[in-house]
């Protein structure tokens, strides 16, 4: 091919591309685009618009395969034509050229109607024989468009789809403008004449400039049409609506100046008027053509407000719509010079399609696309245009607070349907709502291709897309078709794998897009509606064989992220962020799910101190006494760190101090020497007399390496000086050894102590009362009460052998409530909150508190 060749066939490609341009989607195009899946679609494709393969063999007399052949070349032909044979009759589609040619001509009458009207009632009293046949030939062919309207097809807004029934199209034309039409078309000069010349009924005749709006949309579609200049045709636009407005301005000042009595008429603008030498006071006598342009030549300067004070009104009506008409200019001058101004700036909707739709044929020329894509191209800008106010830019400066509500009214009704989201939580669906974005498809469109990398899922609102498996070897086999509650996407984004299917477009969609990063964000907080979405998922494609081999890898995926999300909820633990850890177990997270090393949420907020998170933690029903692999319960971790509070708690719900081993557990802590550490663990109802592999209790670690303060800790504790160990020693024998005096005598006042306790004094006699070397003072209060709470006075009471005798004494002396049922109900504690269990766990000198733990 020579170049002059190459460059002919492109003006001619460029030339056919932009007459096809300003072409509606076509169904021959549909049917060619889905012309190689020949089974679900053609038939949806029928279903659509409405064809009868039925009928139409029946009407070609063949049956068969022949009529089935004859029927498809009968319906191409229709479509081509533009006429559509349905049960009930012929149905013309509104791109028929021959319609298309009547609608050019019904517009020149309707531009002469929109113009003859207002001076018909300004200057006329009966129409002349010559214009009185022409106006009802005018409305004979007004009354043929009317008749014509009931067989024009029509695109649903809704569907995009072309609707060929007969019922819905006269429905619509019924509600929409046929009263006002068939009113227009009434001969209203006749009724006039007839009615006894009532000025009245000549009122009616303004209802003809209905037929303007033909004009106006012939001017949206000459705006749009890129082969004409936009400038040309916004001035033009302009000119006519200036010119049009004093037109009929024109004509109603006439009218004012001829509906006063003749003797009156003198009176008037026109009456009145005296130009040089020349009077009008006998204007009915002046050719028409004169008058009309006198009154639109008062019309214009009334409304430029330019005139030299030779025409004016003179009568108070005329003054009264100078006024309405001098205030409708000051609109229509607004009007005006703001259309100008936005053709100089170029900013407007129309003008920025037309811009872009030009760079797009240039591109599709230079790169020689073909008419299928092409189409498609021009199809979807087309569609952005039409419906912009999806664009997400319109709320562009709204807050996004405020544009989450609003995608949350707009979407949350359509999302609480999807299939797949059944059963979730309606936390997890409002935030799939609000991060959803609105896109429409044309039929023949791929959204997602077979193999392809899925970054979105999509959701159908309205319209119908098809699943196709496309075979090695080029062959299609539809797999399922996609109706609104839909979805498609899912797998490839849970699952991580290509696409598995090819979805196409069967008729216009509305479609909820959600990208996949936002998807899986979701899913890592509200996992377990991700396991729901799974079922949801097997269930709708119905378990076929590839689903099953899907589900072992979705499986996993689930149990990556429940994984996730323990390791979450044991931060937020360990953290102290309350907040977050609502929010987890409100998601549907497990508080019992222990991490990698056996550790619940309730072992790190014990560790750490966290008293309101362990409280909150004990009232989700978690497991108190709960072992982690190295056997630390939260108990021993809140003990371990020194927070007696929590372990307050703790114990308070229940907690146990299960030590594996206790007797090696304290006899190290001996040997630390972290007398605080075991003076919490005795505390708390350790055994004191726990022995380890060689039958060693702490007391005896403590003797044999002189830690008098440990032995004395572990002595008031009730630890025992006879316990043996495997080799016959005794804590004394230990302590002797140690050569600690001190220790040594600490030793025996306990040796003597517990002797007496068991009735073996050396003197042989029983010790009936025990001397006491131990005072405390008690307070009737909670230690965490307001100051102004803590004003009641305690008492000072010897420490007795046992902690019962030291509540009742206390509850007698300061008139306690509860004394009565003191063991059940009520308790002493420390500073610290911590309750104490045994008498002997008491100092000298120690402050403590009596509640009632009912109370």
Same mark, same amino acid.
């Given at each position: 091919?020579?170049?002059?060749?190459?460059?002919?066939?492109?003006?001619?490609?460029?030339?056919?591309?932009?007459?096809?341009?300003?072409?509606?989607?076509?169904?021959?195009?549909?049917?060619?685009?889905?012309?190689?899946?020949?089974?679900?679609?053609?038939?949806?494709?029928?279903?659509?618009?409405?064809?009868?393969?039925?009928?139409?063999?029946?009407?070609?007399?063949?049956?068969?395969?022949?009529?089935?052949?004859?029927?498809?070349?009968?319906?191409?032909?229709?479509?081509?034509?533009?006429?559509?044979?349905?049960?009930?009759?012929?149905?013309?589609?509104?791109?028929?050229?021959?319609?298309?040619?009547?609608?050019?001509?019904?517009?020149?009458?309707?531009?002469?109607?929109?113009?003859?009207?207002?001076?018909?009632?300004?200057?006329?009293?009966?129409?002349?024989?010559?214009?009185?046949?022409?106006?009802?030939?005018?409305?004979?062919?007004?009354?043929?468009?009317?008749?014509?309207?009931?067989?024009?097809?029509?695109?649903?807004?809704?569907?995009?789809?072309?609707?060929?029934?007969?019922?819905?199209?006269?429905?619509?034309?019924?509600?929409?403008?046929?009263?006002?039409?068939?009113?227009?078309?009434?001969?209203?000069?006749? @009724?006039?004449?007839?009615?006894?010349?009532?000025?009245?009924?000549?009122?009616?005749?303004?209802?003809?400039?209905?037929?303007?709006?033909?004009?106006?949309?012939?001017?949206?579609?000459?705006?749009?049409?890129?082969?004409?200049?936009?400038?040309?045709?916004?001035?033009?636009?302009?000119?006519?609506?200036?010119?049009?407005?004093?037109?009929?301005?024109?004509?109603?000042?006439?009218?004012?100046?001829?509906?006063?009595?003749?003797?009156?008429?003198?009176?008037?603008?026109?009456?009145?008027?005296?130009?040089?030498?020349?009077?009008?006071?006998?204007?009915?006598?002046?050719?028409?053509?004169?008058?009309?342009?006198?009154?639109?030549?008062?019309?214009?300067?009334?409304?430029?407000?330019?005139?030299?004070?030779?025409? $004016?009104?003179?009568?108070?009506?005329?003054?009264? +719509?100078?006024?309405?008409?001098?205030?409708?200019?000051?609109?229509?001058?607004?009007?005006? @010079?703001?259309?100008?101004?936005?053709?100089?700036?170029?900013?407007?909707?129309?003008?920025?399609?037309?811009?872009?739709?030009?760079?797009?044929?240039?591109?599709?020329?230079?790169?020689?696309?073909?008419?299928?894509?092409?189409?498609?191209?021009?199809? $979807?800008?087309?569609?952005?245009?039409?419906?912009?106010?999806?664009?997400?830019?319109?709320?562009?400066?709204?807050? #996004?607070?405020?544009?989450?509500?609003?995608?949350?009214?707009?979407?949350?009704?359509?999302?609480?349907?999807?299939?797949?989201?059944?059963?979730?939580?309606?936390?997890?669906?409002?935030?799939?709502?609000?991060?959803? $974005?609105?896109?429409?498809?044309?039929?023949?469109?791929?959204?997602?291709?077979?193999?392809?990398?899925?970054?979105?899922?999509?959701?159908?609102?309205?319209?119908?897309?098809?699943?196709?498996?496309?075979?090695?070897?080029?062959?299609?086999?539809?797999?399922?078709?996609?109706?609104?509650?839909?979805?498609?996407?899912?797998?490839?984004?849970?699952?991580?794998?290509?696409?598995?299917?090819?979805?196409?477009?069967?008729?216009?969609?509305?479609?909820?897009?959600?990208?996949?990063?936002?998807?899986?964000? #979701?899913?890592?907080?509200?996992?377990?509606?991700?396991?729901?979405?799974?079922?949801?998922?097997?269930?709708?494609?119905?378990?076929?064989?590839?689903?099953?081999?899907?589900?072992?890898?979705?499986?996993?995926? @689930?149990?990556?992220?429940?994984?996730?999300?323990?390791?979450?909820?044991?931060?937020?633990?360990?953290?102290?962020?309350?907040?977050?850890?609502?929010?987890?177990?409100?998601?549907?997270?497990?508080?019992?799910?222990?991490?990698?090393?056996?550790?619940?949420?309730?072992?790190?907020?014990?560790?750490?101190?966290?008293?309101?998170?362990?409280?909150?933690?004990?009232?989700?029903?978690?497991?108190?006494?709960?072992?982690?692999?190295?056997?630390?319960?939260?108990?021993?971790?809140?003990?371990?760190?020194? $927070?007696?509070?929590?372990?307050?708690?703790?114990?308070?719900?229940?907690?146990?101090?299960?030590?594996?081993?206790?007797?090696?557990?304290?006899?190290?802590?001996?040997?630390?020497?972290?007398?605080?550490?075991?003076?919490? +663990?005795?505390?708390?109802?350790?055994?004191?007399?726990?022995?380890?592999?060689?039958?060693?209790?702490?007391?005896?670690?403590?003797?044999?390496?002189?830690?008098?303060?440990?032995?004395?800790?572990?002595?008031?504790?009730?630890?025992?000086?006879?316990?043996?160990?495997?080799?016959?020693?005794?804590?004394?024998?230990?302590?002797?050894?140690?050569?600690?005096?001190?220790?040594?005598?600490?030793?025996?006042?306990?040796?003597?102590?517990?002797?007496?306790?068991?009735?073996?004094?050396?003197?042989?006699?029983?010790?009936?009362?025990?001397?006491?070397?131990?005072?405390?003072?008690?307070?009737?209060?909670?230690?965490?009460?307001?100051?102004?709470?803590?004003?009641?006075?305690? @008492?000072?009471?010897?420490?007795?052998?046992?902690?019962?005798?030291?509540?009742?004494?206390?509850?007698?002396?300061?008139?306690?409530?509860?004394?009565?049922?003191?063991?059940?109900?009520?308790?002493?504690?420390?500073?610290?909150?911590?309750?104490?269990?045994?008498?002997?766990?008491?100092?000298?000198?120690?402050?403590?508190?009596?509640?009632?733990?009912?109370?």
């Amino acid at each position: 091919m020579t170049g002059g060749e190459r460059r002919k066939e492109a003006v001619v490609t460029a030339s056919a591309a932009e007459e096809e341009e300003e072409e509606e989607f076509e169904v021959q195009d549909v049917r060619e685009r889905l012309g190689s899946s020949m089974g679900s679609r053609f038939n949806l494709i029928d279903r659509q618009f409405g064809l009868s393969r039925r009928n139409a063999g029946g009407a070609g007399g063949g049956g068969g395969s022949g009529g089935g052949s004859s029927t498809s070349k009968f319906s191409r032909q229709s479509l081509i034509n533009g006429f559509h044979y349905v049960s009930k009759g012929l149905i013309i589609h509104p791109d028929n050229r021959w319609y298309r040619a009547w609608s050019k001509f019904i517009l020149l009458w309707a531009v002469y109607s929109s113009f003859f009207t207002p001076m018909e009632f300004g200057f006329f009293r009966g129409l002349p024989e010559n214009l009185f046949i022409l106006d009802i030939v005018g409305q004979i062919a007004f009354l043929f468009d009317i008749v014509l309207q009931f067989f024009i097809s029509y695109r649903d807004p809704q569907t995009y789809r072309m609707v060929y029934k007969r019922s819905p199209i006269a429905l619509r034309y019924l509600k929409s403008h046929f009263i006002v039409d068939l009113l227009g078309c009434m001969p209203w000069d006749i @009724i006039y004449q007839v009615s006894g010349r009532r000025e009245e009924v000549r009122y009616l005749l303004w209802i003809r400039l209905w037929r303007v709006r033909r004009v106006i949309e012939f001017f949206y579609k000459m705006e749009k049409d890129i082969r004409i200049n936009y400038l040309f045709t916004r001035i033009i636009k302009l000119i006519v609506v200036e010119l049009y407005c004093t037109h009929t301005a024109a004509c109603i000042f006439y009218y004012l100046a001829t509906t006063l009595p003749a003797s009156s008429e003198g009176y008037t603008w026109i009456g009145s008027l005296k130009m040089g030498d020349y009077s009008y006071a006998q204007f009915r006598d002046i050719d028409i053509w004169t008058r009309y342009t006198t009154s639109l030549y008062f019309a214009i300067v009334t409304m430029a407000t330019v005139g030299y004070g030779d025409i $004016h009104a003179v009568n108070l009506r005329e003054m009264i +719509f100078v006024m309405i008409y001098v205030s409708f200019d000051m609109i229509l001058g607004a009007y005006l @010079i703001g259309n100008m101004t936005a053709l100089i700036v170029k900013g407007s909707k129309t003008e920025k399609y037309r811009d872009k739709m030009t760079d797009l044929i240039k591109y599709m020329n230079r790169n020689q696309l073909g008419r299928d894509i092409r189409n498609q191209i021009t199809g $979807h800008l087309r569609l952005q245009y039409e419906r912009s106010y999806t664009e997400a830019s319109v709320l562009q400066e709204i807050p #996004i607070s405020i544009r989450a509500k609003i995608s949350e009214t707009l979407y949350l009704p359509i999302i609480e349907k999807v299939v797949l989201f059944n059963g979730c939580s309606t936390e997890f669906i409002n935030q799939i709502a609000v991060r959803l $974005h609105e896109e429409f498809f044309l039929p023949g469109e791929i959204i997602l291709e077979q193999g392809s990398v899925v970054d979105q899922l999509y959701f159908v609102c309205q319209g119908a897309l098809e699943e196709v498996g496309m075979g090695e070897d080029g062959s299609e086999e539809t797999v399922s078709l996609l109706q609104p509650n839909s979805s498609f996407g899912e797998i490839s984004i849970i699952c991580n794998i290509p696409q598995p299917y090819t979805v196409r477009v069967c008729e216009l969609c509305r479609l909820l897009r959600l990208d996949k990063q936002s998807f899986s964000d #979701i899913l890592e907080i509200f996992f377990y509606d991700g396991r729901k979405i799974l079922n949801n998922l097997l269930q709708a494609k119905e378990a076929t064989l590839r689903d099953n081999n899907l589900e072992s890898d979705i499986t996993f995926h @689930i149990g990556k992220q429940e994984a996730e999300l323990a390791l979450r909820v044991n931060s937020a633990a360990f953290h102290g962020d309350l907040f977050q850890l609502k929010g987890f177990i409100r998601a549907g997270a497990d508080p019992n799910r222990t991490d990698y090393d056996g550790r619940s949420p309730l072992h790190l907020a014990a560790s750490r101190g966290y008293e309101d998170m362990a409280s909150f933690l004990i009232g989700k029903g978690v497991d108190v006494d709960v072992k982690d692999k190295f056997g630390n319960t939260p108990l021993m971790e809140a003990i371990k760190s020194g $927070h007696d509070r929590v372990a307050s708690l703790l114990v308070e719900k229940g907690a146990s101090l299960n030590i594996d081993d206790a007797g090696s557990f304290l006899c190290t802590s001996v040997v630390r020497g972290d007398s605080d550490f075991l003076k919490r +663990f005795l505390a708390f109802g350790v055994d004191p007399n726990s022995k380890d592999y060689d039958h060693r209790t702490p007391l005896h670690v403590a003797a044999s390496e002189g830690l008098y303060l440990m032995a004395k800790l572990l002595v008031e504790a009730g630890a025992s000086v006879f316990t043996k160990d495997r080799w016959g020693n005794t804590p004394l024998d230990e302590g002797r050894k140690c050569g600690n005096k001190n220790l040594i005598k600490l030793l025996d006042g306990a040796k003597t102590a517990q002797m007496a306790e068991m009735g073996d004094s050396p003197l042989g006699t029983r010790v009936t009362e025990t001397h006491h070397s131990r005072k405390c003072t008690v307070f009737p209060f909670h230690p965490w009460c307001p100051k102004e709470e803590r004003k009641r006075v305690g @008492i000072l009471l010897w420490v007795p052998k046992s902690i019962e005798e030291l509540i009742k004494a206390a509850a007698e002396q300061l008139e306690f409530q509860g004394e009565e049922d003191s063991t059940s109900s009520t308790c002493v504690v420390t500073e610290d909150g911590g309750r104490i269990l045994d008498a002997n766990m008491i100092d000298d000198g120690q402050k403590l508190y009596l509640i009632n733990q009912t109370r």
